[in-house]
């Protein structure tokens, strides 16, 4: 059996400090899709939390999205007042989370990132987010996830 990756053992870590009671769940593979991370889970894809980092010049912004909604960056932009809202490359991912695309988890960055919350997700009994790596996720509630992050509730797509 190998070892734990460190992404996740760091998740693990803050996940517990912060007390987050969840399970965290390491998937045989690599589920780059909340559609994939839903079908490996049993679960809906709209309780798959996706954690997509943007680039407001700069800055960045960290939306906890339902699978079942795609970033509104206009609506987003124009709720919160501020400049426009790229999908962040990947350097500027691992600079401000320490995580990779498809592994970014809601918590446990180098330095606080400002977070935004769906409140679609609020729907699901338990909502599954990354934990870290790619393979990890972890287990929530819409109230647990907010308190873990101080994440501000934001209608970030149209239904």
């Known amino acids: 059996m190998s070892a734990e990756h460190p992404s996740i053992t760091r998740f693990r870590d803050e996940h517990q400090r912060r007390g987050g009671t969840g399970q965290i769940v390491i998937l045989p593979d690599s ?48 709720t919160l007042g501020g400049p426009a809202l790229r999908r ?6 691992r600079e401000h989370t320490g995580q990779v695309i498809g592994g970014v988890s809601p918590i446990g960055h180098p330095t606080p ?4 919350l769906d409140p679609w997700l ?9 934990a870290g790596h790619p393979a990890a996720v972890f287990a929530t509630t819409y109230d647990e996830l ?3 992050t101080g994440a501000t509730p934001l209608v970030v797509a149209e239904d």
């Open 113 to 116: 990132v400002a977070t935004y």
């Open 31 to 78: 589920v780059h899709t909340a559609a994939l991370a839903a079908e490996a889970l049993g679960c809906e894809v709209g309780a798959i939390a996706n954690s997509l980092l943007f680039d407001a010049d700069g800055t960045p912004v960290l939306i906890l999205t339902s699978g079942a909604h795609r970033v509104d960056t206009d609506l987003v932009r124009t």
């Open 88 to 93: 962040a490359k990947p350097e500027f991912v």
């Open 122 to 130: 609020e729907r699901y009994d338990v909502v599954w987010a990354a």
């Open 146 to 148: 907010r308190s873990l």
